[in-house]
């Protein structure tokens, strides 16, 4: 079983940034798909972003394109993901998860709002 952390979510106002952080307890995690998930209320959970094994580029939803950068510190058994220019849609509860093991962490809550 794989137990994933998430840190740094918040309340912030619109336009600013947050770093959201996954550490993973995984001995595989180096070859572990990882992703970033979001869940507003009311709304089905979404795939925000992927941060893939190999040099492949991520992948990223279309609505954070450009605002958002999904990297991996495997060193560190880490993702994180890197929210820019947040707008009050982007209020939701982030979860990481593994796409090799199927866990999914506890998630951590993001409101955008002035």
């Known amino acids: 079983q794989v137990h994933l952390v998430e840190s740094g979510g918040g309340l912030v106002q619109p336009g600013a940034s947050l770093r959201l952080s996954c550490a993973s307890s995984?001995?595989?995690?180096?070859?572990?798909?990882m992703s970033w998930y979001r869940q507003a209320r009311g709304k089905e959970r979404e795939l925000v972003a992927t941060?893939?094994?190999?040099?492949?580029?991520?992948y990223y939803t279309d609505s954070v394109k450009g605002r958002f950068a999904v990297s991996r510190v495997n060193v560190n058994n880490t993702v994180y993901l890197q929210m820019d220019s947040l707008k009050p849609d982007d209020t939701a509860v982030y979860y990481c998860?593994?796409?090799?093991?199927?866990?999914w962490g506890q998630g951590t809550q993001v409101t955008v709002s002035s």
């Open positions: 941060a893939y094994t190999t040099s492949s580029n991520p």
């Open positions: 995984g001995d595989k995690f180096s070859v572990s798909p």
């Open positions: 998860y593994d796409r090799r093991s199927g866990s």
